[in-house]
């Protein structure tokens, strides 16, 4: 079983669309969870920590669901900017400081 | 600014050659970390310190090597026993612990050709 498994997508929406993302993990013990955007061609970029109590930014909302080991990133209002490849993150190790990157959902936002 | 800087962005390499990819953060971060990605692949992690003058092998340390001398240093070599060199070299750092979130650098595009 893979270890971070995301759907490669591209999910294809219109301005303004609310779109979803789910990612699921394998280690019951993991402790830290995140979510990382990465334009074409460039370094990932943080865009949000996932609490268990759930956590929103704008028009971003992640929750974690521990039981059934699986995370989702909710983006409302799509923007033309919105484009690109999101990644989900997760510590693997408890007590460790390594992270285990999913391989990205790609998302891409029409006019 | 705070961050973290890689040099060269683009490299070029003939085979057979060892090459050394630069990273330096201003952070104070004490973990540093070196990961690869190929098109259409998740990061892999090749090597992370977590100290200074300790560091530890990821899940392809094979062909390369590192060192850690300075807190704000952590470059490394990719050396000719790597078979596939090929690839986008990312570099981050993090305060120590599980929680902490990473932050890469722009990266090294290397070539082999």
């Known amino acids: 079983r893979k270890e971070v498994e995301q759907d490669p997508g591209p999910f294809n929406v219109p301005e303004g669309a609310t779109v979803a993302f789910n990612c699921t993990y394998s280690?019951?013990?993991?402790?830290?969870f995140f979510w990382y955007r990465q334009d074409c061609r460039k370094e990932p970029k943080l865009l949000m920590s996932?609490?268990?109590s759930g956590n929103e930014d704008g028009r971003f909302t992640a929750q974690l669901n521990r039981a059934s080991q699986y995370i989702s990133l909710l983006i409302r209002d799509s923007k033309l900017s919105d484009s690109a490849t999101y990644l989900c993150?997760?510590?693997?190790?408890?007590?460790?400081?390594?992270?285990?990157f999913g391989k990205g959902t790609m998302l891409l936002v029409s006019p | 600014d705070g961050g973290i800087t890689q040099s060269p962005k683009y490299l070029f390499r003939k085979e057979g050659q060892n090459v050394t990819l630069s990273c330096e953060q201003n952070?104070?971060?004490?973990?540093m970390y070196w990961y690869r990605q190929d098109p259409g692949q998740g990061l892999r992690l090749i090597y992370y310190?977590?100290?200074?003058?300790?560091?530890q092998k990821g899940d392809i340390a094979e062909g390369y090597s590192v060192s850690r001398e300075k807190k704000e240093s952590f470059p490394l070599t990719v050396t000719s026993a790597q078979k596939n060199p090929t690839a986008f070299y990312l570099c981050?750092?993090?305060?120590?612990?599980?929680?902490?979130?990473?932050?890469f650098g722009p990266g090294t595009r290397l070539t082999v050709l």
């Open positions: 981050a750092s993090s305060m120590t612990g599980s929680y902490n979130e990473q932050f």
């Open positions: 280690n019951s013990a993991s402790q830290s």
């Open positions: 996932v609490y268990s």
């Open positions: 993150v997760v510590n693997m190790l408890a007590g460790y400081s390594t992270l285990t």
């Open positions: 952070l104070n971060h004490d973990a």
């Open positions: 310190s977590q100290i200074v003058n300790d560091f």
